[in-house]
């Protein structure tokens, strides 16, 4: 392994977020109290150089360096720059709610960051162990995240589920990885594909790894039946870490699968089809029913996540360099709604006080009409409504699975969207039809709070309006 | 010229948006001043147009300004076409849309005492009201400079939208709401085969533009639609297009929604329900001669229906006793004679006979108006009398709009429906000599119901009661002025336009023809062949039948009406005796009205009850909507349990899912 100069700048966003962390952790040491704002800007500061990186590093041929265990393609630069993107908006949206409850530390930071250069390696690695180490730094961190606030036992409650599933998870991926190691003799993606290709199609030990690797990467999207984790883990975390959990790690959960499936072992795509084909059919399912039921909101995001992961595995499964664009186009898209959705509970919830129930949005346009209305645009583009983008990711991944002739498949799909429908149109409902409740804190909020979630509510709007411009960043990804 | 052409669109639309939204803000002068500049701008610029068209030699403007989309190589636009037949149309259209503008402040000055007090529609009521014109002139100009079906169709329901308005603007009045809904769903019936006509050509030719389609129009003309046993596809065409004309021209069996629509103010029924929405139809078919003339099915279903129209819609007018119901048969009996032009294929003769009837008729509903304000809104004709002392210039426009309309020498309504009445006497197709005959005894109909209205109106004793005698006095400056300036075409127009639209080559010279008559539908042919100038033609005119007809019309309704009237004033109640049963069936408008609302409404309604019962409630709501909506709500509640809340159902769930897996995909 050489660290030679051609090696070390394509993974200069990497550096830059391990600096970063490192940075924090060591200045946040001599920061008085009142200083602790520091951090903050900080890790924004690193965030936005490692964005310019990835945009100069970015573009150029598809390299695979360090041995074979990275590589730079167009896939890892648009991850990437996602990634970092809605991460940012992730920190500027906790910052209030930290600095109200005097948990705005550096440990915040470091383990946001660390988690952030966990998912930036997943997305350019191009080995099953560089994967998977990079999923074991996200997840160790995001398991910490999840116990952040130490008093909270709800809070380690669910940071124990988290963990020892997650375990569990990653025990499987792991051994799903030894079984296609021992099939192939290698753990490089490219070689995996070659050995595959030269040893034909028909051997069940793969087949057998696979299943592991699936199951694998459904636990990490959170897809049914590997979905238990999500709904108690987002009702227990506090808000900003289940901000952080629910929107950047979707994007890296989707490299997970593009890595191994589409680059290792799409020339077993028959086989694993049919897995991704049941668990998306369940994930709809199930998300759609059971957020219905909800009245806690961020059990009810977190089956309309596990319903969302559904729809990405439609894209995927389609196997079609469309269909891998199309989920690619929903997966950034929906870490971008996430970010939003979370950001507006983070920003209405005061010092104790958090927004859990439906109850407290109700009335929100009469509290802050501009909120409201991006509020209201986040629920329209998750539950598909033009001319947000939400409506433009659907139709694109339905529009894959038709291709394949999966016309059924594209029927249920609309139909438990419809059926989920409701639930995002009633939250719109309480915004704007009903009365607030009384004794509300009042809402403070800062103009960048308020800058933030104007962008990131209006691309929703923008990009649904002009789609191509994403678009064609992934289908340029996939070709 | 396109930017000139688009500021003659547009100024009004902006009059109107102004005077609509910030009504409260500008005010009445405020909205009037608006509506009215953006109108005479429109009006001015018209004019000036066809200035250059007539003396200039203007060429033909026809471009899209703007695309809107293209679908599947049909190219939606907005686009104008402009040339000797639209410069016609902008000029009447703008100018008649002017004075109305103008009469409008008279007739609306106390709007207020229309209103139940404190309604809250009746606030801003006045500059409501110059914003529906407004937007009118605009609809009405994008329909007429359209250079294509997309934006025709445009205009067309753009006109019929705000027709409904304004039928409706004294929304707190039963009638007024039932006369515009009426007007709505008669309308909906002609649109339904407009849009089916335009669909079609759609279709076949590919395309929205006149100019490509009537280029297509020859190649086309042989197709067969194999629909009812296969009919030609222009027929078609046309006879769908025709339907729509039906419905916004008043064509029998269409008309019905015209007479009702006098619930609106009298303005609009001057400006949309006589002189230029209702013609919208006439201008249509005209556009579209290029299409008509391969069809002669078409030309004479249209003849045909336009002369039933203009001989039993003439009748009726005979027993009417409110003041503009009088006027609205009369204006349904010119449109029948405007059609029946179009089917003997006399497109010049039609548009020519639209030109002065949208003045003397706009005329003669300003001046009825003028009548109303004068009597406070009283409309009973056999209430009135001996007006002509009282209001001098509202008594002389109106005869000299009544001498126009039954055509009496000289008078622009003279020129124009003796051509058509000869043009209809050359045609040879199908249903001509029943056209011809309906026609020439149409003229004697029309100088009696016209001179009745008149007689009793301006002369004879007064029979209003004394209050209103004692307030009668000629109307304000505002309203007289646009009787006067509509006069005056009324007067002449008919006398300085016949030569060049009928006789020389106003429609057919150039490259662009916007009207095209096939060799042997040509039934103009006579009249440009022995034309002497204006002065023998009125020799000719002047010894012909339709001339006698006329007359004794006008002696006829002078003797009944004048003289026997004024030692017996219960003369019109004991012809109406005498006359029964034709009278009673006059009176029920030939039962139309009963037919339309015991069977279609009446039937559409008990069909939509029982659908709705049926149907929406106990299927799509009961089972589909409710149903499954609970069955969701079940299923949402049943899974929920899943979530048990214990780390080791989580962990079983899993495994459970991976062996689940495995059988499904390993075989061992």
Not at chain 2, 59 to 70: C, G, L, Q
Not at chain 2, 132 to 148: A, K
Not at chain 2, 159 to 178: C, D, M, N, P, Q
Request: hydrophobic share 55%.
């Amino acid at each position: 392994m050489q660290f030679d100069a051609a090696n070390l700048t394509t993974i200069l966003p990497e550096i830059t977020i391990l600096v970063t962390a490192c940075l924090v952790l060591v200045v946040d040491l001599y920061l008085k109290e009142k200083n602790k704002d520091v951090n903050h800007k900080l890790s924004l500061f690193g965030l936005v150089i490692a964005v310019a990186l990835t945009g100069v590093v970015g573009g150029g041929e598809r390299v695979v360096f360090f041995d074979g265990n990275l590589v730079h393609d167009r896939i890892s630069d648009l991850l990437k720059g996602s990634i970092l993107i809605v991460s940012l908006f992730v920190f500027v949206y906790a910052r209030s709610w930290l600095k109200d409850r005097n948990m705005l530390v550096g440990e915040f930071y470091v383990l946001g960051l660390f988690a952030v250069l966990g998912m930036l390696i997943m997305v350019s690695a191009n080995s099953f162990l560089t994967i998977y180490l990079g999923l074991e730094l996200q997840a160790l961190c995001l398991y910490a995240l999840v116990a952040f606030d130490r008093d909270s036992k709800k809070g380690a409650e669910a940071a124990m589920k988290y963990f020892v599933l997650g375990a569990l998870g990653s025990g499987m991926l792991l051994y799903g990885i030894s079984m296609i190691y021992g099939a192939t003799g290698t753990i490089e993606f490219g070689q995996v594909a070659q050995a595959i290709a030269e040893k034909g199609l028909s051997n069940q030990v793969l087949v057998f790894g696979i299943v592991f690797l699936v199951i694998g990467i459904g636990f990490k999207f959170g897809a049914v039946p590997f979905h238990m984790w999500v709904p108690d883990i987002y009702e227990g975390a506090p808000t900003p870490a289940v901000l952080i959990l629910g929107s950047a790690p979707k994007i890296a959960a989707f490299a997970l699968a593009v890595r191994m499936l589409v680059d290792g072992l799409q020339n077993l795509h028959s086989d694993w089809h049919g897995m991704l084909l049941i668990l998306a059919v369940l994930s709809m399912g199930l998300g759609n029913l059971v957020a219905i039921a909800q009245t806690n909101i961020k059990r009810m995001l977190a089956y309309s996540t596990i319903s969302h992961v559904g729809f990405i595995f439609l894209g995927l499964l389609a196997g079609s360099n469309q269909g891998y664009a199309s989920a690619m186009f929903y997966t950034i898209v929906y870490a971008l709604m996430a970010a939003g959705a979370f950001g507006i509970l983070l920003i209405l919830s005061r010092k104790g006080f958090d927004v859990e129930n439906l109850e407290d949005l109700k009335g929100l346009n009469d509290r802050d009409s501009w909120y409201a209305a991006m509020m209201a645009i986040v629920m329209f583009s998750m539950a598909g409504v033009p001319p947000t983008v939400g409506f433009m990711a659907k139709l694109l991944v339905l529009e894959a699975v038709i291709r394949i002739d999966l016309v059924w498949l594209a029927l249920v799909a609309v139909i438990f969207s419809i059926i989920g429908a409701f639930y995002y149109l009633r939250v719109i409902k309480l915004i704007y039809f009903d009365r607030p409740m009384l004794n509300l804190p009042e809402l403070v909020t800062t103009n960048g709070v308020r800058f933030a979630m104007t962008i990131n509510g209006l691309a929703l709007l923008m990009l649904g309006l002009f789609p191509t411009a994403l678009l064609s960043l992934c289908q340029a990804a996939f070709v | 010229m396109g930017n000139v052409y688009l500021t003659i669109v547009l100024a009004p639309l902006i009059g109107a948006i102004v005077a609509g939204l910030f009504g409260s803000k500008i005010g009445r002068r405020g909205a009037h001043s608006i509506t009215i500049s953006g109108v005479a701008i429109s009006a001015s610029l018209s004019l000036w147009v066809l200035s250059r068209f007539i003396w200039h030699e203007q060429p033909v403007f026809n471009d899209a300004i703007y695309t809107w989309m293209v679908s599947d190589g049909i190219r939606f636009e907005i686009g104008f076409l402009v040339d000797k037949l639209t410069v016609l149309m902008m000029a009447t259209v703008s100018f008649v849309s002017l004075m109305v503008h103008v009469y409008t402040i008279g007739y609306m000055a106390d709007d207020e005492h229309n209103w139940p007090h404190g309604a809250l529609t009746g606030k801003n009521s006045y500059q409501r009201f110059f914003s529906y014109i407004s937007l009118f002139t605009f609809s009405m100009l994008m329909l007429v400079m359209s250079n294509n079906f997309m934006q025709l169709f445009f205009g067309w329901e753009a006109v019929g939208l705000v027709s409904y308005l304004l039928i409706g603007f004294w929304s707190t009045r039963e009638s007024a709401i039932f006369a515009n809904m009426k007007a709505f769903l008669v309308n909906r019936v002609g649109d339904f085969g407009f849009i089916l006509g335009i669909a079609a050509i759609g279709m076949y030719f590919n395309s929205m533009n006149y100019a490509e389609i009537f280029a297509q129009a020859s190649a086309l003309a042989n197709t067969q639609v194999a629909i009812l046993g296969g009919v030609s596809l222009m027929t078609l065409i046309c006879i769908l297009l025709f339907i729509g004309a039906m419905g916004k021209s008043a064509q029998v069996p269409l008309h019905v929604w015209l007479p009702d629509s006098m619930e609106g103010p009298t303005p609009i029924s001057a400006l949309i329900h006589a002189a230029t929405m209702v013609t919208a139809g006439v201008f249509m078919v005209a556009r579209m001669s290029p299409l008509y003339e391969l069809s002669e099915t078409a030309l004479s279903f249209v003849l045909i229906i336009g002369a039933t129209t203009a001989f039993f819609m003439g009748l009726i007018g005979l027993v009417q006793n409110d003041i503009k119901r009088v006027v609205a048969y009369s204006t349904l009996s010119q449109l029948g004679y405007m059609v029946t032009a179009l089917g003997a294929s006399a497109y010049a003769a039609g548009i020519f006979h639209l030109m002065t009837h949208a003045f003397f008729k706009a005329l003669l509903f300003l001046a009825a108006g003028s009548v109303i304000i004068a009597l406070h809104h009283k409309q009973d004709i056999s209430q009135m009398g001996g007006l002509r002392k009282y209001m001098p210039i509202t008594w002389l426009t109106a005869l000299f709009g009544s001498l126009a309309l039954i055509g009496f020498p000289g008078f622009s309504g003279f020129f124009s429906k003796d051509a058509i009445i000869e043009a209809v006497g050359a045609s040879q197709i199908f249903g001509s000599s029943y056209a011809s005959i309906l026609l020439t005894i149409g003229v004697f109909i029309t100088a009696l119901y016209s001179f009745r209205m008149y007689f009793l109106v301006f002369h004879g004793k007064e029979r209003m009661d004394e209050h209103t005698k004692h307030h009668l006095h000629e109307t304000p400056w505002v309203v007289t002025l646009p009787l006067v300036f509509l006069a005056i075409p009324s007067i002449f127009i008919g006398w300085y336009a016949i030569e060049p639209m009928l006789v020389n080559d106003w429609f057919t010279s150039g490259n662009w023809m916007p009207i095209v008559v096939s060799h042997e539908h040509d039934t103009l042919h006579h009249l440009r062949e022995h034309w002497h100038g204006q002065a023998d033609f009125i020799q000719h005119g002047v010894t012909a039948l339709p001339f006698f007809l006329a007359m004794s019309g006008l002696g006829l309704a002078a003797i009944i009406w004048w003289g026997v009237f004024a030692w017996n004033p219960r003369v019109d109640e004991k012809l109406q005796i005498l006359g029964d049963p034709i009278t009673k069936m006059l009176q029920d408008k030939y039962g139309f009205d009963d037919f339309n609302q015991r069977i279609f409404a009446g039937g559409s309604r008990d069909l939509g009850r029982t659908l709705w019962v049926t149907g929406d409630q106990n299927v799509i709501d009961g089972a589909i909507v409710n149903g499954s909506a609970r069955r969701v709500a079940q299923m949402a509640q049943w899974t929920r349990h899943l979530q048990t809340g214990y780390l080791y159902h989580y962990a079983v769930a899993m495994i459970v899912g991976l062996v689940g897996l495995l059988t499904l995909f390993v075989s061992f």
